[in-house]
């Protein structure tokens, strides 16, 4: 709330000068990004838009605009930050309000504080999304508008897609858009005159767990998603015999659900997130539909929050080559606009091969029992020569192949002592420099609080072996280390998480 | 002429917009406008109503004649005579694209209206073309056509004349030694 006042307050400064937006390389930024172009736009602020990819570009860019600009505003997903009124802020006129990463030097005395600050450290956790934060505040300004809304129900999708938050903040940040949703609808359709097809309708959905199955066959997508997947073991033989027996149960025939979505048969896509619904019951997957919101404009243009997240990020993460970084940034953010929607099915294309290339990858390192148990901690290390190893040198794909392992890990195991384990990852990162990109998350369990303590723990363990380490990306539990420093790097994280 | 200066003269008319900020009179070489009231509706050129709308600024009143069952009774009048009936606006089609393409959402029946209005235009654009296809084959020297706006006319204006340009060649080769091979084009 402090945040919403000041940010207020700040915009009637703004209006005759220049702005920096120093914009972080996840969904949630670049949706709160467009929320601010907008709301830019209405008041014709001038601003420059500076895409960062960790602390040292953050520090460079600051840098170089230093000069010019009085006030700073920068964003990224909110990583979790302690009450306001336990933590005093100094805000000098240097650095203006971001969305809560940092907090600067406070002016409370006494031991609370440390404490606080500790376990502010020490654990990593996302608190709300910057997107939907961003939309509260076109709100309170009474400028916004459905593409707002949108992209803060984009933003707070990628939050649970890429499993930041925990299910309880999702399912009540969700009832919050979805006050924000009728609100919406209401103001639209209320005359007996219903607005023109070309408007943006967004509506609450109750949809499947299936990841773009509307822009793929359902097959395809049963196969691809984590959650089916995982829960039929489809790497194994007797998870695909499962998986047939399932279709089959379902009265879908194999021609039918191989097909393109669209081009299924009408009566088979009336009631079919019933049917699935009934039987995944059966088959014990008992959470195969998740409330979520999808978006419909013109005739046959619908996409579900999920699909966009998984589009943008596979833009933002291209490993085409000749694309720079600030190239993929700006398709990324293009394809978030309405008026882009080749760039956004290109990027539901390369959703999908990433999205394979992660299957498979599951799949053979499962197969080959590439997952080797450290004592405390689960490790996988993706060689070289492995299939579309590229696509995994980047942060956010590596983290959600580091998820979908995890879990599909869980579910075949039977040793329930590994079940509880964290799982760290290495993927090759730069084969010049001789980097590996390494991440870690905590263990799978249904009551996941979401905590991350691998930041701190890959700090200390560096510092103990001076392996040489970058820690540059905000998400501090995800790090670039020397191939050559890897061994005794691990073997230090053994030493100190035991 | 192009069809953008077209949509750039049809950008002067005047419509009704409802702001929702304030602002005193504006002076501009134009005319005065204003002064701005939130929620009291005023009347402003369709450049700065479009302006205003995309800043989220304004909500924009249809104008009179954007109506479905007006523009259904004017359609079937352009479908009944023969010359061209009197239009709702002398630049009907080019607000209609403009404000469906900005400001639907403020345009009950939007979809209904752009049909509608499309309709009319296809039928005048036919009794233009039969017109002017009489009219060379005819070889007349002048014709009347009331009603028409400047679009329909530049739609029609470089076919017209390049054709009565290559009839009037045609028409000069056929009587030798009259006048050999000396024409301005335009």
Redesign the interface.
């Known amino acids: 709330l402090f945040y919403m006042l000041y940010l207020t307050n700040v915009k009637h400064v703004l209006c005759f000068q220049r702005v920096a937006l120093l914009v972080a390389s996840d969904i949630d930024a670049l949706c709160a990004c467009k929320i601010l172009q907008a709301l830019f736009h209405c008041d014709q602020v001038q601003y420059t838009l500076v895409p960062v990819t960790g602390w040292q570009d953050l520090g460079t860019a600051f840098l170089e605009h230093k000069e010019q600009i009085k006030l700073l505003i920068k964003q990224d997903d909110d990583l979790g930050v302690p009450p306001y009124d336990d933590i005093f802020r100094d805000e000098d006129d240097e650095e203006g309000g971001d969305s809560g990463n940092e907090s600067d030097e406070g002016s409370e005395p006494g031991s609370g504080r440390r404490e606080i600050l500790f376990d502010y450290e020490q654990y990593e956790y996302h608190g709300t999304s910057a997107s939907m934060m961003f939309f509260e505040l076109a709100w309170v300004l009474t400028k916004d508008t459905k593409d707002m809304l949108w992209w803060a129900v984009i933003g707070l999708t990628d939050q649970w897609v890429h499993d930041k938050i925990t299910h309880m903040k999702y399912v009540t940040d969700i009832a919050t858009m979805q006050r924000h949703v009728s609100r919406h609808n209401h103001r639209n359709e209320d005359e007996e005159n219903s607005l023109s097809i070309d408007c943006m309708r967004i509506s609450f959905e109750y949809d499947l767990r299936l990841t773009l199955y509307q822009h793929w066959s359902l097959y395809e997508s049963i196969c691809n998603s984590c959650y089916t997947s995982c829960n039929f073991k489809l790497w194994t033989l007797n998870g695909q015999k499962k998986l047939q027996e399932f279709l089959a149960d379902m009265g879908l025939p194999l021609k039918q659900v191989r097909q393109k979505f669209n081009s299924m048969d009408m009566s088979i896509k009336e009631n079919l997130r019933d049917v699935i619904e009934e039987s995944s019951n059966k088959y014990g997957l008992k959470d195969i539909r998740i409330q979520t919101f999808g978006v419909h404009f013109g005739f046959k243009n619908r996409f579900l929050a999920s699909d966009m997240v998984h589009a943008t990020a596979a833009l933002l993460e291209s490993t085409e080559k000749d694309e720079s970084d600030s190239d993929n940034f700006i398709k990324a953010l293009d394809s978030l606009s309405r008026s882009n929607l080749e760039r956004l099915h290109s990027g539901i294309e390369l959703a999908k091969r990433k999205l394979m290339a992660i299957q498979q990858t599951v799949a053979s390192c499962i197969c080959t029992n590439l997952i080797l148990s450290q004592g405390p901690f689960l490790y996988c290390y993706l060689m070289e020569g492995t299939p579309d190893v590229k696509l995994f040198s980047k942060p956010i794909a590596l983290t959600l192949l580091c998820k979908y392992l995890l879990k599909a890990f869980v579910h075949s195991t039977r040793n329930k002592r590994c079940k509880l384990l964290p799982l760290i990852m290495a993927a090759p990162k730069d084969v010049e420099k001789g980097t590996v990109i390494v991440v870690g998350i905590p263990p799978e369990s249904e009551t996941s609080d979401k905590k991350n303590f691998f930041g701190r723990a890959f700090e200390k363990a560096a510092e103990s072996t001076s392996s040489r380490t970058l820690h540059d990306n905000f998400d501090t539990s995800i790090i670039e280390l020397k191939t050559d420093d890897r061994s005794k790097f691990l073997d230090a994280l053994i030493t100190l998480l035991s | 002429m192009d069809s953008s200066e077209v949509e750039f003269l049809a950008e002067k008319e005047m419509v009704k917009i409802i702001p929702?900020f304030s602002l005193d009179r504006i002076y501009l070489i134009g005319g005065d406008l204003g002064p701005f009231n939130p929620g009291l509706p005023v009347d402003v050129p369709v450049w700065l109503a479009l302006n205003l709308k995309?800043?989220?600024?304004c909500r924009i009143v249809p104008p009179a004649w954007m109506d479905v069952e007006k523009l259904e009774e004017m359609r079937e009048l352009e479908r009944k005579e023969d010359t061209f009936t009197p239009v709702p606006s002398p630049y009907y089609m080019e607000l209609t694209k403009l404000l469906?393409n900005y400001a639907?959402?403020n345009?009950?029946?939007?979809?209904e209206i752009r049909t509608l209005v499309k309709d009319i235009w296809d039928t005048r654009i036919a009794k233009l073309r039969l017109s002017a296809d009489s009219f060379i084959s005819q070889l007349e020297a002048h014709a009347k056509l009331d009603n028409l706006t400047l679009m329909e006319i530049n739609t029609i204006r470089a076919f017209l004349l390049d054709s009565l340009n290559c009839m009037y060649k045609l028409r000069s080769n056929l009587q030798p030694g009259s006048s050999k091979g000396q024409f301005t084009d335009y």
């Open positions: 929702n995309q800043r989220q600024k469906l639907s959402d345009i009950p029946k939007a979809d």
